[in-house]
């Protein structure tokens, strides 16, 4: 008899906690309802866009990816691209030589006709430093308002050496003054202004017209004229060639990097020739 009691309360148990409603707790974890569950499927999140999976979904086919928000891609055009260009469906900002445009047009390369993108457009340079790269801007006549970006090199400049300062606490010439004259040194070619005499701020305003390359050696070298012999008050050396950035400025503006030094200042004009 105990024994048939025992067989039947365990089968009594058993089916009592199957019967709906009834809560059993796996291991610790948060009891599951099963009524709950069989009223309310699981569902799962799918991404950022929210799509739920149904448990209780039957596997016809493969599942398919959620469709972005915002539709399919839009080309690039006027609609995202207003204020720059269009190149290969990509929208750049169309601020460059190279890549030049706006309004979602197609970009330009304002570049291969010498000109320079301004406001989304290709135009002519009116400075050196709009043009990109070692290019810079040619005038013809020199004055004219705009020209054209050519290479930097293989061309000849226009060097004119305008004035200088000079410390006259120095040794040389304490009474009067010293004779300063400019020694121009452009590669292998020397050629040399006039002398200023008796001033401590010279004002040569003279010129060479020499052939650059990118690493032409340039040097401007101040001496004092003096019948025993011509003293070195200081000098502006570009052994490797004059960056491009100067050529660019279209000026050289030298400031000494001490009071002491016996050349202060030198200001010099560069510009491409034709």
């Known amino acids: 008899m105990n024994q048939h009691w025992r067989r039947g309360g365990l089968w009594a148990l058993a089916l009592t906690a199957l019967a709906p409603g009834c809560l059993f707790d796996r291991g610790g974890t948060a009891a599951w309802d099963a009524r709950a569950s069989a009223e309310s499927p699981l569902r ?4 950022p866009y929210g799509a739920d999976l149904d448990s209780t979904a039957t596997n016809d086919g493969p599942l398919q990816d959620a469709p972005a928000p915002d539709g399919p891609p839009v080309p690039c055009g006027p609609t995202i691209c207003g204020t720059g260009c269009c190149e290969s469906n990509v929208c750049h900002p169309g601020n460059t030589a190279a890549v030049c445009g706006t309004g979602g047009a197609p970009c330009q390369d ?8 301004r406001a989304g457009s290709c135009g002519p340079c009116e400075k050196s430093t709009e043009c990109a790269g070692e290019t810079v801007c040619l005038k013809d006549p020199w004055d004219a308002p705009t020209g054209t970006c050519v290479d930097a090199w293989n061309r000849e400049w226009y060097i004119l050496v305008v004035s200088g300062l000079i410390n006259c606490t120095s040794v040389w010439d304490i009474a009067s003054g010293p004779d300063p004259f400019v020694n121009i040194h452009v590669g292998s070619s020397v050629s040399h ?5 008796d001033t401590c701020a010279p004002d040569w305003k003279q010129y060479v017209e020499e052939p650059l390359q990118k690493t032409t050696a340039v040097q401007l070298e101040v001496r ?3 019948v025993v012999g011509d003293q070195l008050i200081g000098k502006v050396d570009y052994p490797n060639g004059v960056p491009i950035n100067l050529l660019k400025e279209g000026a050289i503006h030298y400031k000494a990097a001490k009071a002491s030094d016996g050349l202060q200042e030198l200001e010099v004009v560069v510009r491409p020739l034709p």
Do not use: A, P
């Open 224 to 226: 004092d004229e003096d």
């Open 44 to 47: 799962f999140s799918d991404g």
């Open 110 to 117: 304002c570049s291969q006709s010498g000109e320079v993108c």
């Open 193 to 197: 202004t006039k002398t200023k005499y």
